[in-house]
C-alpha cells in the first residue's frame, strides 16, 4: 500500500472508516467478524484507522473503540489510530437517529481521551479530532486543552472535524493542528475552501465519507430500503441516483474501459485532487478492503478528470 503524508503524519494512501461497524449503519457487525476485517486491513498495509467514541449504539455508545482496541490488540504499533471527542449521542430522546449533544469544555475533553485511551487499550492516540465545533467554547481553549494532551502525551497530533478556516486558524494559532477531518467527495465539496490554509501550512486532510454514503460506488439502485438506523438512506436516495445517474453511468464506463469499479475511481478522483489528501472509507469486508486498496494504482487523464468536474457541474449538489 503507498502513503501519503498527511500533515506530517506518515499513514496508508487509504484509510479505514470504521464507524459502520458498530454506527450508523444498521446493526452493528457481528464482533468476531469486525475484528477479522480490522486485522486483515491491517496485514493488507491500511495503517489509518478512524474512529470516535460516540460510534456505538444506546446500549454501548463507544462500541467502536472498544472493537477496535481488541482487534488492534499486539498490532499497535503498525498502526496511527484516529479518534474523536467533544459530542455525544442523546440516545434518550431518539435510539435510532439521537440528536448530538456538543461538550469540548476542557473537563469533557479530559474525560473523553481518558476513556478512549482505555477503550482502545493504548496510552496514546495518534490523532484526535475534535468531533464538532462547540459553540459555547472559543477555538482557543480547544487548542489550549489539546497542547496539554500533547505535552502529556497522551496524544501525538490533534485536529477538528467539518471545520472553516476561520475556526481552525484561530485554534491552529494557539496549538499547530495536523490534519482537518472534512466530509469530501466528487459531490460534497463545499469544504475545498479550507485549501490555502493547510497549504499555506503543511496540512492534511482525511476526507471522511468519500463514497457520498455508498451512493457513489455504484452498487446501489432505485429501490433500495435503509432501516431507520441505517443513515446511509440520508444520501442514497432514489432523488439522489436519478438527479446523478449520468456521473454514476460515466464512472461505470470508464471503470469498464481501465478495469476499475466506481468506487475505486472514487477514491482515486480524491487522491488525484490533493497529495496530503487521505480518504477513509466506510469497509465491512475483507472484498471491500482488497478493492479500495487498489485505488491510488489508478491513473486518469486530464481528459477524464475534466469530464467527471463537467458532469459535477453539471448537477445541483444535494444538501
Ligand atoms: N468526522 C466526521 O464527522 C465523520 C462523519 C462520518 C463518518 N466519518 C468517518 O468516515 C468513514 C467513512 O464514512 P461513511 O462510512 O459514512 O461513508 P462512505 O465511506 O462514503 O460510504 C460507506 C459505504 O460505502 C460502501 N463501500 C465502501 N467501499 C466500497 C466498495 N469498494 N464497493 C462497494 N461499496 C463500498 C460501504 O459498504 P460496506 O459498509 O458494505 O462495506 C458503505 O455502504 C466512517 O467510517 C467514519 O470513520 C467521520
Given at each position: 500500500m503507498r502513503t501519503r503524508n498527511l500533515g506530517g503524519l506518515e499513514v496508508s494512501s487509504i484509510g479505514v472508516g470504521c464507524m459502520g461497524m458498530s454506527h450508523a449503519a444498521g446493526k452493528p457487525m457481528d464482533e468476531r467478524e469486525a475484528i477479522n476485517v480490522i486485522r486483515e486491513a491491517v496485514d493488507m498495509g491500511y495503517t489509518l484507522f478512524d474512529t470516535a467514541?460516540?460510534?456505538?449504539?444506546?446500549?454501548?455508545?463507544s462500541h467502536n473503540e472498544k472493537l477496535i482496541g481488541k482487534a488492534l490488540e499486539g498490532l499497535r504499533d503498525k498502526v496511527k489510530i484516529s479518534t474523536k471527542c467533544g459530542v455525544d449521542f442523546d440516545?434518550?430522546?431518539?435510539?435510532?437517529v439521537p440528536p448530538l449533544l456538543y461538550d469540548s469544555s476542557r473537563k469533557a475533553i479530559r474525560t473523553a481521551v481518558e476513556g478512549s485511551l482505555k477503550r482502545l487499550n493504548t496510552?496514546?492516540?495518534d490523532i484526535y479530532f475534535q468531533a464538532r465545533i462547540d459553540p459555547k467554547v472559543e477555538p482557543e481553549e480547544v487548542a489550549e486543552t489539546m497542547s496539554k494532551l500533547i505535552k502529556e502525551g497522551k496524544i501525538l497530533h490533534w485536529g477538528t472535524s467539518e471545520v472553516g478556516e476561520e475556526y481552525l486558524s484561530r485554534a491552529h494559532a494557539v496549538c499547530p493542528v495536523t490534519a482537518v477531518e472534512n466530509s469530501y467527495n466528487m459531490l460534497r465539496?463545499?469544504?475545498?475552501?479550507i485549501i490555502p490554509f493547510l497549504e499555506a501550512n503543511n496540512k492534511g486532510w482525511i476526507a471522511h465519507g468519500p463514497m457520498f454514503k455508498g451512493l457513489l460506488t455504484g452498487t446501489f439502485h432505485t429501490g433500495t430500503h435503509f432501516s431507520r438506523?441505517?443513515?446511509r438512506g440520508r444520501l442514497v436516495t432514489d432523488e439522489n441516483l436519478d438527479r446523478y445517474s449520468s456521473l454514476l453511468e460515466y464512472l461505470s464506463e470508464l471503470g469498464e474501459t481501465k478495469n476499475a469499479t466506481p468506487s475505486q475511481l472514487s477514491l482515486a478522483w480524491i487522491l488525484y485532487r490533493k497529495p496530503y489528501i487521505v480518504p477513509i472509507p466506510g469497509m465491512r469486508s475483507s472484498a471491500r478492503l482488497k478493492e479500495n486498496a487498489a485505488a491510488p494504482d489508478i491513473t486518469l487523464s486530464d481528459v477524464e478528470l475534466a469530464r467527471i468536474e463537467e458532469l459535477i457541474s453539471s448537477v445541483q449538489h444535494a444538501k
Open positions: 467514541k460516540n460510534y456505538g449504539f444506546k446500549e454501548d455508545p440516545y434518550d430522546v431518539d435510539a435510532e496510552d496514546h492516540i465539496r463545499e469544504h475545498e475552501d438506523d441505517d443513515w
